[in-house]
């Protein structure tokens, strides 16, 4: 018998799963229509979660009830090459490059049906493609992005993932000249730390010491770049995207304070 640990708790379920009622919908793109989710709530500020890569909508679940008790409506996205979701045309993942368009979609629907103010919030890959949005969208009205363990620039997992399968250090930037001429990504307009004076909004970071996915240091050297506007927690022992695990009672604290800071909840 083969059995697996699934990290998420509540793996692919839907936010009926966490307590809290919801709609499915579809978020019209040039793409074709993206599959997710709506919860209710009366205020005119949305969430709009954009998960990682590999995973789905409900990797929001963990934090589903702090925005439902602060009567937040939440959007849970799917983006392009996700089961289900359109493709992009070449069907190859862009690191956050052409993915924010469809967060862009996102915000365009949650307008429609009466948002005001947007707060992005996004894990890993997804907290590549929320700064993205932020940085391409300026005339949208977002006040504010969560990103949880993100990859704020892509060459530092890149180089991880290297080592970790016994890859001499000086192909890394073979491959990542591979990856440029395949998709037509710019290592350098991805790379968040770079264009940090650009931001604008503020900014909660999570990281875990214990990441072996990808390295805290761009994340850390963002917050050290911008203490202005960027609030930092650093947990131990929850791994990738696992701060939540680690300690909920202190993650959830500082969503709410965070996004009851910002008067966007």
């Keep these: ?15 009926a799963a966490a307590g809290v009622p919801y709609t499915d919908v579809k978020i019209p793109s040039p793409l074709g229509d993206f599959p997710g989710w709506r919860t209710e709530g009366t205020s ?25 008790s602060l009567g937040m409506p939440v959007l849970g996205i799917t983006y392009r090459n996700d089961e289900g979701a359109p493709a992009s045309s070449d069907g190859r993942f862009h690191l956050g490059a052409t993915e924010w368009q469809d967060v862009a979609a996102a915000i365009t629907y949650a307008k429609s ?37 993100p990859v704020i620039d892509w060459r530092a997992p890149i180089a991880l993932g290297a080592e970790q399968m016994g890859v001499p ?13 395949r998709t ?16 604008t909004i503020p900014t909660l970071v999570f990281v875990d010491d ?25 947990t131990s022992g929850g791994g ?7 300690d909920p009672g202190r993650y959830e604290r500082e969503v709410k304070e965070f996004v009851t800071s910002t008067g966007s909840g």
């Design 240 to 246: 990738h995207t696992g701060s939540w695990n680690a």
């Design 169 to 181: 250090g000086f192909l890394v930037s073979v491959g990542e000249w591979v990856i440029e001429r």
């Design 1 to 15: 018998m083969h059995a697996y640990l699934d990290r998420w708790l509540w793996g692919h379920a839907t936010p």
């Design 44 to 68: 005119t500020t949305w969430v709009i979660a954009v998960h990682g890569r590999n995973g789905g909508p409900a990797e929001a679940l963990r934090v589903l009830p702090v925005f439902h």
């Design 113 to 149: 049906r009466g948002a005001t103010g947007i707060v992005l919030y996004g894990w890993s890959m997804g907290g590549g493609i929320v700064p993205m949005a932020v940085r391409n969208l300026p005339g949208e009205p977002i006040t504010a992005m969560i990103l949880d363990s």
């Design 210 to 234: 214990d990441d072996a996915t990808v390295p805290t240091g761009p994340a850390l050297r963002f917050a050290e770049a911008r203490p202005d506007i960027v609030r930092l927690v650093r």
């Design 184 to 199: 037509g990504v710019s290592f350098e307009d991805i790379d968040h730390l770079r264009h940090a004076r650009e931001f």
